[in-house]
């Protein structure tokens, strides 16, 4: 999982609380991303940034919050309007070059359960 | 929607046997790139094959790219059960003026011993 951390593994949270996921790198890289997976499916993004203090939604933001306050770190918060929070979530990070994706590291993932 | 779709979603094989795994896709692209995940865990990259490359080899692993059938083929060789996870193809593509990377569903790969 190399150099990028994510807490807790596991999450278990009542309907109607947010919570903050946390993801921590130390490759210096400046793009940074979440992405949702759920079972058999693939990756979904949520929102990503490639400079400090700015971050863009992705594909299925609504319902989650980021910010970007430092380098290294990028919380995501899911919120109590997402409808369906249960699932894996994956921080990623990359290297960043206009115009080109370059392979993204990935860390070990929080399972969120929401009852 | 995905922009990556592999084939076949499972696939079941012997240890020494070849595994090969197909990706497709739909936009003009940048690169592709094939990642492993195991279960319950992050994903790691494997290869990145660009746009103007036919093929890319890495250890086992042995990737091509037909840019004008829009598809790609991860080919495992002599497989180990250690090599048992998901692999999902992930298109580096330009999607609504943003560069993005795209992740198809994954194919399932169970080696058995």
């Known amino acids: 999982d190399g150099g990028i951390t994510q807490s807790p593994k596991y999450l278990f949270r009542k309907e109607g609380q947010n919570v903050t996921l946390s993801c921590e790198q130390n490759l210096n890289h400046d793009a940074m991303y979440w992405y949702r997976q759920d079972p058999g499916q693939g990756l979904r993004l949520i929102y990503y940034s490639q400079i400090v203090n700015d971050f863009q939604k992705g594909d299925i933001a609504e319902g989650y919050s980021v910010s970007r306050e430092k380098k290294e770190s990028f919380p995501l918060t899911v919120t109590s309007a997402q409808k369906n929070p249960t699932a894996f979530y994956l921080c990623?990070?990359?290297?960043?070059?206009?115009?080109?994706?370059?392979?993204?590291?990935f860390g070990p993932g929080t399972r969120l359960t929401v009852t | 929607s995905q922009q990556g779709e592999e084939d076949p979603q499972a696939l079941s094989i012997q240890e020494g046997e070849n595994a090969t795994m197909n990706c497709s896709y739909k936009?003009?692209?940048?690169?592709l790139q094939w990642y492993r995940q195991n279960s319950g865990r992050g994903l790691v990259h494997l290869i990145l094959?660009?746009?103007?490359?036919r093929e890319k080899h890495s250890g086992r692993l042995r990737v091509t790219l037909d840019t004008s059938k829009k598809s790609s083929s991860l080919l495992i060789t002599a497989s180990r059960a250690a090599d048992t996870a998901s692999y999902f193809c992930?298109?580096?593509?330009?999607?609504?003026?943003?560069?993005?990377?795209?992740f198809g569903t994954g194919t399932r790969l169970q080696v058995f011993p």
């Open positions: 094959i660009r746009s103007n490359e």
């Open positions: 990623a990070s990359s290297t960043l070059r206009t115009g080109v994706s370059y392979e993204q590291y």
């Open positions: 936009t003009s692209i940048n690169n």
């Open positions: 992930a298109t580096d593509a330009m999607v609504e003026n943003t560069d993005k990377l795209i």
